[in-house]
């Protein structure tokens, strides 16, 4: 959108129309390099303050105050400024030749100073709260750079022995997430302006403070401090009377928040809430947005495994084959109880269980696929002889021997009695199975109704 008539025309609408979505387009970064160079060469740094003061103040279509105006001017200011470090950065990256010379972090740089003027405009100069998608899209883009600066500087680090001999203590992931360490503490404070604006709900920057917080999640999780979201989320339990109905929010916003809240508790083992959080965003999510399915599932399954022990069907996984290769042959290990085959299927995902940060839920999994072996056994060894007009009453005492010898099977290795003995106390414990064990006899006396709990059996 070149520094002229256009733009002009394109913000009095997007004003007069109270259209948010429709002004953010205006300082979007998201546009061919022809308009970008288009931008940047229709004014130089001495004029562009004026040019947009005299484009804005003559616009008949627009009825501003002065400081109103000199707000907005201040913002495409600095947007005129981006646009030239962008380009740069984009002919850089196409052009190998080039040096780098961090173009990413003067992009980084040029934006902060963008979003900056933004905030000002609220802070200072009052702007309304349907102008708050011009800041869902430049802390977006500002999130997304910050990603790129980090990602050139690491690549360009130079690499020297003989410098970093000396330097035993020196981690060097320390300063891998620079540029994003720095885009979360601007976004928190840009998150304090939405939250603390006292404004009427209708009128309140508090519409934006979704989207910024989930902008803030995803970045404490990239960086692995997902501990600094619990301050998210106790801020917008705290101020939940002064915030709009959830429900209002954008479905997408919804959606993003609820996943982030689910994993969040899922990391803390607290599966009943992690499992209501999922199952909503996982209501909520559009049909077709298959990602995030994905990602959704990635905790829900593990959370129904170990809350309700239900293991996801061929039929749900049908869409995913990442979600099939990583969960079906486990699946299929639990339900039949091979307890060697779950091992080896739990080291061959054992990466991405762990990086996901799932892997040590899952291996919780053993114990289910140990309860439905000890069933089999308990359930092979028939039904005692029924009295006349009864019905047969499953047999309940189980040698252990029995029990050890399907162990020993099926983890295919030897255990001992007193091992299994072991394992059998911390199922009784666990309520994967009721009865108690008769060491004087050398069995398990199970319950007569409900001996594994959940099962039917």
């Not at 400024?81 to 984009?90: D, F, K, Y």
């Not at 800041?135 to 790129?148: D, G, N, T």
């Not at 295919?412 to 309520?431: F, H």
């Amino acid at each position: 959108m070149e520094f002229n008539a256009a733009l002009f025309h394109e913000f009095a609408e997007a004003l007069n129309s109270e259209n948010g979505y429709r002004l953010a387009k205006t300082l979007s970064p998201d546009i061919p390099n022809e308009r970008l160079r288009a931008i940047f060469r229709s004014q130089n740094a001495h004029s562009i303050k004026n040019a947009l003061k005299r484009g804005l103040q003559g616009n008949a279509a627009l009825t501003l105050d002065h400081q109103t105006v000199q707000g907005w001017v201040e913002i495409y200011a600095a947007y005129w400024n981006a646009t030239g470090v962008i380009l740069t950065a984009r002919e850089s990256d196409n052009d190998s030749s080039k040096s780098s010379n961090l173009v990413w972090t003067k992009v980084y740089e040029a934006w902060t100073e963008l979003l900056n003027a933004l905030l000002r405009g609220y802070q200072t100069f009052g702007f309304e709260a349907f102008t708050i998608p011009c800041l869902y899209v430049v802390c977006k883009h500002l999130r997304a750079f910050a990603i790129q600066a980090d990602e050139e500087r690491n690549r360009n680090a130079p690499f020297d022995n003989g410098a970093t001999a000396f330097q035993d203590d020196f981690d060097p992931e320390t300063n891998k997430h620079q540029k994003l360490e720095d885009c979360a503490r601007v976004l928190s404070r840009v998150f304090m302006v939405c939250q603390t604006d006292r404004a009427p709900l209708e009128e309140s920057r508090k519409w934006g403070s979704y989207y910024i917080a989930n902008l803030l999640l995803k970045t404490y999780f990239k960086l692995n401090s997902a501990s600094l979201s619990k301050n998210i989320l106790n801020s917008l339990r705290a101020g939940g009377r002064d915030m709009p109905d959830f429900s209002l929010f954008p479905k997408s916003q919804q959606v993003t928040f609820k996943y982030h809240e689910g994993v969040l508790a899922f990391l803390e083992e607290n599966y009943i809430q992690a499992e209501e959080c999922l199952t909503e965003a996982w209501n909520l999510c559009h049909k077709n947005a298959m990602k995030n399915k994905e990602l959704i599932l990635t905790y829900l399954i593990p959370c129904h495994l170990i809350k309700s022990h239900t293991l996801p069907t061929e039929k749900l996984l049908e869409p995913f084959p990442r979600l099939q290769k990583l969960f079906l042959p486990l699946c299929r290990c639990i339900k039949r109880g091979e307890l060697h085959k779950f091992d080896l299927a739990l080291q061959e995902g054992e990466d991405e269980f762990v990086k996901r940060r799932i892997y040590l839920t899952l291996e919780r999994g053993r114990d289910i696929a140990l309860r439905n072996l000890l069933r089999k056994v308990f359930i092979a060894r028939g039904f005692e002889e029924a009295k006349e007009g009864e019905k047969p009453v499953r047999r309940t005492r189980v040698p252990v021997a029995e029990f050890a010898a399907a162990i020993s099977l099926g983890s295919q290795e030897n255990i001992d009695n007193d091992e299994v003995e072991c394992l059998l106390a911390n199922m009784i414990y666990k309520n994967h199975m009721k009865g108690y064990i008769s060491r004087q006899h050398g069995i398990v006396v199970l319950s007569k109704s409900g001996a594994f709990p959940g099962t039917g059996v």
